[in-house]
Antibody
């Protein structure tokens, strides 16, 4: 069974930093592209960042560029999101998503999300 | 950046009705469009990929069509369990944009 389990969320002060993790199981992680997508409370979905299976290609949404860093460790079947300079507008549930090999740009599987709250 | 305009933002319909949601892209996206269902408190679920392909296990009452800039998502014979918010999403070579979402309620 495919599982994506996010962790690392919590309450952080403005300007603070955080590292989110996503543990993948049930599929060949190293064959799949990964993304982070976030959802502010009561709002819609916002794509945050993309990383291909070999970490060669990385993209960010303009709203997070320069503050967020996506990375992965294929040996540990894990995806990460390092967040610096947190702002109130970064408050959201953060989901990790994975593609499937036959559809490398899909966001086929989703985790249940981890909540990041930015507040003083 | 490609913008997606989804409408309506909310919709109320009766069980058995046919429901239609539209999504318009700010430029030609070929058929690179997905539709997701998100139930309250849950992660989104992929229903339709590449504009018109039904994901495995998704009931056939869900369908999608369109290409280029204009896309349609349809639920035929609406069921109570279809209460959710629906999102379109374009994918442009590793960059993605979601529509604003359509909240579907049952009358």
């Amino acid at each position: 069974e495919v599982q994506l389990v996010e962790s690392g969320g919590g309450l952080v002060k403005p300007g603070g930093s955080l590292r989110l993790s996503c543990a993948a199981s049930g599929f060949t992680f190293s064959n799949c592209n990964m993304n982070w997508v976030r959802q502010a409370p009561g709002k819609g979905l916002e794509w945050v960042s993309f990383i291909d299976n070999s970490s060669t290609t990385i993209y960010y949404a303009d709203s997070v560029k320069g503050r967020f860093t996506i990375s992965r460790d294929n040996a540990k079947n894990s995806l990460y999101l390092h967040i610096n300079g947190l702002r109130g507008e970064d408050t959201a549930v953060y989901y990790c998503t994975s593609s499937i090999p036959i559809r490398p740009l899909s966001q086929h599987y989703w985790g249940q999300g981890t909540l990041v709250t930015v507040s003083s | 950046d490609i913008q997606m305009t989804q409408s309506p933002s909310s919709l109320s319909a009766s069980v058995g009705d046919t429901v239609t949601i539209t999504c318009q892209a700010s430029q030609d996206i070929n058929n690179y469009l997905n539709w997701y269902q998100q139930k309250r408190g849950k992660a989104p679920k992929l229903l339709i990929y590449d504009a018109s392909n039904l994901e495995t296990g998704v009931p056939s009452r869900f369908s999608g069509s369109g290409s280029g800039t204009d896309f349609t998502f349809t639920i035929s014979s609406l069921q109570p369990e279809d209460i959710a918010t629906y999102y379109c999403q374009q994918y442009d070579n590793g960059r993605y944009t979601f529509g604003q979402g359509t909240k579907l309620e049952i009358k």
